[in-house]
């Protein structure tokens, strides 16, 4: 019913950028909050950040002053544009969307199936 698609993600080296992008699609009546989280070989899962619908935005500590998170509320689409990348920061990125389809009266958390960023040092 609903697929989130994310691309953006690659190989690049210390210091440089690297833009992902994630787009919900499917019969969606309105989406809340979206967000990024990533998950580095043998460690748990962590929120990187996080975006709602009015805008809010919060972030991990670790990315504060580096990544920033957008969205086209018209797309359903977020963005991370991370800045400043670590070799630390080498994960498999998730996005996520609490989204509630047409016909609905709750919504759900959706997840995308996760890009890799790999920094090289």
């Known amino acids: 019913q609903v697929q989130l698609v994310e691309s953006g993600g690659g190989l690049v080296q210390a210091g440089g950028p690297l833009r992902l992008s994630c787009t919900a699609s499917g019969k969606i009546f309105s989406v809340n909050k979206m967000g990024w989280y990533r998950q580095a070989p043998g460690k748990q899962r962590e929120l990187v950040a996080l975006?709602?619908?009015?805008?809010?935005?919060t972030y991990l500590e670790a990315v504060k002053g580096r990544f920033t998170i957008s969205r086209d509320n018209a797309k359903n689409t977020v963005y991370l544009q991370m800045n400043s990348l670590k070799p630390e920061d080498t994960a498999v990125y998730y996005c996520?969307?609490?989204?509630?389809?047409?016909?609905?009266?709750?919504?759900?958390?959706?997840w995308g199936q996760g890009t890799q960023v790999t920094v090289s040092s």
């Open positions: 996520t969307a609490d989204i509630r389809l047409v016909g609905s009266v709750w919504s759900s958390d959706y």
């Open positions: 975006i709602f619908s009015t805008g809010t935005t």
